[in-house]
């Protein structure tokens, strides 16, 4: 029994790990979006000043975005952050956000479990779509 969990856990790891490398390409492109925005100056004064010191290498938004980035534009993008994520759980559990602590691996984590369970979804769909095998 042990085993086969460890056998499910690593073709689960396995199949992340595929999406992951299949995804980077698009995350990349969404991310020099993100950027050439910010540096222009569309997404607002705390997202220039973050764009700017990310490209002089004093941050990374990873850092901004999971708190560990104490300049005053970096806090507020943060608290921006953490809020719109306790909104989202506001929206998808009924009782609220709550005493929910989000951080950048915990929403990781359950992009990746949504992900799993959205293609388990989808292929349960087409093997009940297929017509029945009449031997």
């Known amino acids: 029994m042990a085993e086969d969990f460890i056998a499910q856990m690593r073709e689960i790891m396995a199949q992340v790990e ?78 609220g956000a709550g005493a929910l602590t989000w951080d950048l691996e915990a929403l990781d984590a359950a992009r990746i479990r949504l992900a799993l369970l959205l293609q388990r979804i989808d292929a349960d769909e087409v093997e009940s779509s297929r017509p029945p095998d009449r031997r």
Do not use: K
Request: hydrophobic share 30%; charged share 35%; net charge negative.
């Open 18 to 95: 595929q999406d992951e490398r299949e995804q980077a390409p698009r995350t990349q492109a969404r991310l020099n979006q993100i950027a050439d925005a910010a540096r222009a100056g569309d997404l607002g004064t705390d997202w220039r000043r973050t764009q700017q010191r990310v490209d002089r290498g004093e941050t990374t938004l990873q850092d901004v975005f999971a708190g560990r980035d104490d300049s005053p534009e970096g806090a507020a993008l943060s608290a921006r952050a953490r809020e719109s994520a306790r909104s989202i759980a506001a929206d998808v559990h009924e009782g």
